[in-house]
């Protein structure tokens, strides 16, 4: 049985494979993506999905899936994660443990209060920094 791999010089796939940086398992990757052979608009979904990925992946620390299992996982279809609609607990913890780290300077802990989401806080009303 012959393994059909895509060529080496198939544009499709050096613009994949030149954007998914992780160069690890080549020829299986080049057999998954051979088996789905993406057209214009796939491939540029794919690539339009790495784009949020790859550093989302990076600040995960979880690594990234190889190659071949992102093609065959049909992982360009993931959703992007949406912010948190209000604070969550942790959040509210970090802000205030922000507030204590800047030990009294009211100006730098407004600042990083908004940098995490948070709210207009009473000292925040006449627009004081």
């Not at 088996?35 to 990076?58: E, Y």
Request: charged share 30%; glycine share 8%; hydrophobic share 40%.
């Amino acid at each position: 049985m012959t393994t059909r791999l895509v060529a080496d010089d198939d544009p499709g796939w050096v613009r994949f494979w030149t954007a998914y940086g992780w160069k690890v398992a080549k020829r299986d990757a080049r057999k998954a993506y051979a088996q789905l052979m993406p057209d214009a608009a796939t491939l540029d979904a794919i690539l339009a999905a790495l784009a949020w990925q790859l550093p989302l992946w990076t600040r995960q620390g979880y690594g990234q899936p190889y190659p071949a299992s992102y093609l065959r996982g049909l992982r360009w279809e993931d959703e992007p994660p949406h912010p948190p609609a209000r604070l969550t607990d942790r959040t509210r913890r970090t802000v205030a443990g922000a507030e204590d780290f800047v030990r009294g300077d009211a100006s730098l802990a407004r600042r990083v209060v908004r940098l995490v989401g948070g709210t207009q806080g009473p000292d925040d009303e006449h627009g004081e920094d």
